[in-house]
């Protein structure tokens, strides 16, 4: 066989545009998953032989045969029980590159769609700024309120690390060659595409896409994390963040001018790789200093790319215009004798400008990033002195007319350098508060101040803590002999003021404290930061650090107590002053991830909707402005979901112009790998923020304490029914391990941190990622919905209802929240999503797993029933017939993928029972993760 069995036929997409109905029409896109998947079969024929395509097809067929009920899925599962381990691997192989070929499909549709959209002049799509701008106007906000809302206006996602995305960043590569291809295609008028050579360079990156490893043979080191997040920039960021901020300004100053809006930009990336320590050895001083070191060099080495291709643009003679006075100065200050460029003072200036770059760069990073410049110069100290110099360019070039040129390169150049400096982003400092507390305990005895730290009250630690911060002098020495723990710590502070002081404030802008409890915890970092010389007790204008301090409130009874731990904060007149030395901003973590773990889904959303009304009252009578920062993950169990609805969501002045949330793992390449998405989701985000922040989202009125009550009721309920389950049900812990690949997802290559905090059986114990990570492998879900429907039903239907009639007006009341409620309908939509994705056939295949058969039959009887009561209450409140009807597109993706998914569930089951049954063979190991690969593909969003 060759790429010759391709038919040309079959490249021509059909017509892309949609009925008059609106509806999408969905025969372009099973055209590219009939042509993809007749590609990958004929590759497969190719280059394992007949034998292996016909098993593969086979198997495709009963597996659609499965999903449309006209077979038996145990008569498929007991097919590929019997295949030998060789054929299964290649099995498993074959459908994990259809999965992945089928998602590959719905993006470019999804892309198809939105080209019909702005073709036919369609209203602007929700999540656009275009639809938000539209809004505002209709709102005829004052323009006092506006600026006071946008003061200091903040939108940051930061990119984690966080060990979910299973791709290799080859197998990336090879799928963006093929969705190259299909846009391509679908982009050309009839006959500018060679149809056989298309083909050929279909075929040969299928062929390559099959020849090629999916996993990886080794774990991630966390240089390669931080290389690889970096690499979005170059795909995505550059392009697109600084233009966003641009056109932000703009319109919102054309709106209401003279209030001088977003004179900082709005929108900033961050990160946290290489900077948060929470449970991982491997972020040590030198990763510290290896990522700032790294952000440096990517932000020099793109505004020197730039000032070379400006110069190489800006060829105006001044035989032919006259530059400003300004530019006359940069262009003689930047001793260039070329002849050449006698006549052009812009090439000159613009020499000058790079050489300045470059010797900062030289000072930084000790190389230049780039081509050596043409003379040394000396370097600028600050990015502002760049921006000011590009100033001078953008002023002279509109002086004679030529505002076009100063509006395309250099204005993106101008906004890049205000957005990027030369420290890329802020990289975040995290670490666990029981870690702040050992050290600092160590410190303090080796200083003689507290013999024994650990043993004293909350109220004791307050009074040494403060005591501390009023004084310059640090605990230990230098030289002071400590444990491995403490000088680990003192180190990576000391690399963070070190990059501090070479780039500026902006690198290290925040330290957070995961599990903070108490006024203590806070307290304890910024005896920390002092020791490292990041914190001044003794400033000019008092207390000051560049670090500002962020706890982060995780559990469901930290959320509870985060406002009384707020105030409790800056009643401290010490810590209020380090607040007022960061312009009266104080930022607050909220984690989505151990809240779920700790009490189910509708009790973690409900508790942190509380908590963050919570500190906004605070934050009100206190007078500081306030900034969550939204510790979100990729799936609905840690928080994931819908952006732009999770932000219009929040609670009243929860938003206020300020919001930062992390994104992590496989959310990353979805939303940054291109420029078009990381486009549409930025926007997504910005926009949420400002329509929060300027507009009455919530809409309840009067009726808010009322539901609030009731959420208080039903979030209890939900809690009781997860925790009867997860945390009092004997033996969960045991079914957990043997019903899901838990044990062998910790072998999986795809992050730098280790799955558990700590050694040890307990739920606890576990990191949320693998905790949610499971639970999607096994199609349970579990995470996304547990507890809600026992919670529904129990207050629809309870003793106290009242008879029928006062079941139809608990239920009328929950329909009517669902209408009018932001917060009530998203997470109600969100579990929706997940209910759609569970599958309880074949997650009976996995509780088979459990030897027990007591415990298997008792757990599983639960979750089969509390699944059942969640999808009838579910429809109940919505008035919908089926789950999905609010999200077609969904429910459209899953028709398409997940008949694929099934034979790759029936053999990690198989897989898993023989090597638990100690087959050892290693092809039976690699089958298992490659399961795991191939299912967290094709559901996208997997941890």
Request: charge should be negative.
């Amino acid at each position: 066989m060759s790429e010759a069995t391709v038919d040309v036929a079959d490249l021509r997409p059909a017509d892309s545009g949609e009925p008059a109905d609106g509806r999408a029409d969905e025969a372009p896109l099973r055209d590219d998953i009939r042509l993809l998947g007749r590609v990958l079969g004929e590759v497969i024929r190719e280059q394992a032989g007949e034998d292996v395509f016909q098993i593969v097809e086979s198997t495709r067929v009963e597996a659609f045969r499965v999903r449309r009920s006209e077979v038996d899925r145990a008569e498929l599962a007991e097919r590929l029980a019997g295949l030998d381990v060789r054929s299964a691997n290649h099995v498993i192989r074959a459908f994990s590159h259809f999965s992945l070929l089928a998602n590959l499909a719905e993006d470019i549709h999804h892309e198809r769609r939105r080209r019909y959209h702005r073709r036919e002049g369609s209203p602007p799509q929700a999540g656009s700024l275009a639809a938000t701008f539209q809004l505002l106007d209709e709102a005829h906000l004052d323009t006092d309120a506006v600026a006071r809302e946008l003061a200091g206006a903040l939108v940051s996602p930061v990119v984690t690390a966080h060990p979910t995305e299973v791709r290799r960043k080859t197998i990336f590569q090879v799928q963006r060659q093929v969705a190259d291809l299909i846009r391509q295609r679908d982009r050309a008028a009839s006959g500018e595409v060679d149809d056989a050579d298309w083909a050929a360079k279909l075929w040969r990156s299928v062929l390559t896409l099959w020849q090629t490893a999916l996993l990886r043979l080794s774990r991630l080191r966390l240089t390669d994390e931080i290389d690889e997040a970096l690499r979005y920039y170059e795909l995505s960021l550059f392009d697109v963040v600084p233009a966003l901020n641009s056109e932000l300004r703009r319109a919102l100053n054309e709106r209401w001018p003279g209030a001088g809006l977003l004179p900082r930009p709005m929108l900033l990336p961050g990160s946290w790789i290489g900077g948060d320590r929470d449970g991982n050895p491997y972020v040590t001083a030198d990763a510290l200093r290896r990522a700032t070191r790294r952000q440096a060099e990517t932000a020099l080495g793109h505004h020197l790319a730039e000032l070379a291709a400006l110069r190489d643009e800006l060829s105006m003679s001044d035989r032919l215009v006259t530059p400003t006075h300004d530019l006359y100065i940069l262009a003689d200050a930047a001793r260039d004798e070329s002849q050449f460029r006698a006549d052009e003072p812009y090439r000159r200036a613009l020499n000058g400008i790079y050489a300045r770059v470059a010797a900062a760069a030289q000072a930084i990073l000790g190389s230049v990033p780039g081509v050596p410049p043409h003379a040394q110069l000396e370097r600028y100290a600050s990015p502002d002195e760049l921006r000011a110099d590009l100033d001078v360019v953008d002023t002279s070039l509109r002086s004679h007319g030529a505002g076009a040129l100063a509006d395309d390169r250099l204005l993106r150049l101008r906004e890049a350098v205000d957005v990027f400096g030369f420290h890329l982003c802020g990289l975040d400092l995290r670490q666990n508060s029981a870690v702040h507390e050992e050290v600092l305990a160590e410190l303090l005895a080796w200083a003689g101040v507290c013999d024994d730290y650990a043993d004293l009250d909350e109220d004791a630690r307050v009074r040494l803590l403060t005591s501390e911060l009023r004084l310059r002098r640090p605990l230990v020495r230098p030289d002071a002999e400590l444990s491995e723990l403490a000088r680990k710590e003192l180190d990576v502070l000391l690399a963070a003021a070190d990059a501090v002081e070479q780039l500026g404030p902006a690198v290290i802008p925040n330290y957070v404290i995961s599990m903070c409890e108490s006024v203590s915890d806070v307290l304890e970092v910024a005896v920390l930061l002092k020791e490292a010389g990041l914190l001044d007790p003794a400033a000019e204008q008092g207390p000051a650090c560049p670090v500002g301090i962020s706890p982060l409130f995780e559990t469901i009874d930290d959320l509870k107590n985060a406002g009384s731990t707020l105030a409790a904060m800056l009643a401290e007149p010490l810590y209020r002053s380090l607040v007022t030395c960061r312009d009266g901003v104080q930022e607050v973590m909220l984690g989505y991830s151990d809240s779920n773990k700790d009490g189910g889904y509708l009790a973690a959303n409900w508790a942190l909707y509380r908590a963050e009304l919570a500190l906004v009252e605070v934050a009100r009578s206190e007078g500081i402005r306030l900034r969550l920062f939204h510790g979100r993950g990729g799936t609905v169990g840690r928080g994931g979901g819908p952006s732009y609805e999770a932000i219009r969501a929040q609670p009243p002045g929860a938003v206020a112009g300020q919001l930062r949330i992390t994104e992590q793992g496989e959310v990353i390449a979805a939303k940054y790998a291109d420029p078009d998405l990381a486009r549409r989701n930025l926007e997504a985000i910005v926009a949420a923020t400002l329509e929060a922040s300027l507009l009455d989202i919530e809409g309840l009125g009067d009726d808010a304490e009322p539901a609030y009550e009731l959420l208080d009721d039903l979030a209890g309920r939900a809690q009781q029914a997860y925790r009867e389950l997860v945390h009092d049900t004997p033996g969960f812990v045991d079914w957990f391990r043997a019903a899901t690949p838990i044990r062998e997802l910790g072998q999986l290559n795809i992050g730098s941190r280790p799955p558990s905090r700590k050694a040890g059986d307990r739920i606890a114990d576990l990191r949320a990622i693998p905790w949610v990570f499971s639970w999607s492998q096994a199609r349970i879900m579990l995470p996304g919905w547990y507890g809600t429907g026992s919670a529904l039903e129990s207050w629809v239907e309870g003793d106290d209802a009242g008879g029928p009639e006062g079941r139809d007006e608990r239920l009328a009341r929950l329909q009517e929240l669902h209408r009018h409620w932001p917060f009530f309908r998203t997470v109600l939509s969100n579990m929706g999503m997940v209910l759609a994705k569970t599958d309880l056939g074949i997650a009976a295949r996995y509780a088979e797993l459990v030897p027990d058969e007591d415990l298997r039959r008792r757990v599983f009887d639960m979750i089969t029933a509390e699944h059942e009561r969640t999808c009838r209450m579910l429809l109940a409140v919505t008035g919908d017939d089926e789950l999905l009807a609010d999200n077609p597109s969904l429910a459209r993706s899953i028709r398409n993928r997940f008949p694929y998914l099934e034979p790759l569930h029936h053999l990690q089951v198989e897989m898993l029972r023989r090597r638990r049954d100690g087959d050892d063979d290693e092809l039976v190991n690699r089958c298992i993760q490659l399961t795991i690969n191939g299912i967290a593909t094709a559901l996208r969003n997997s941890g």
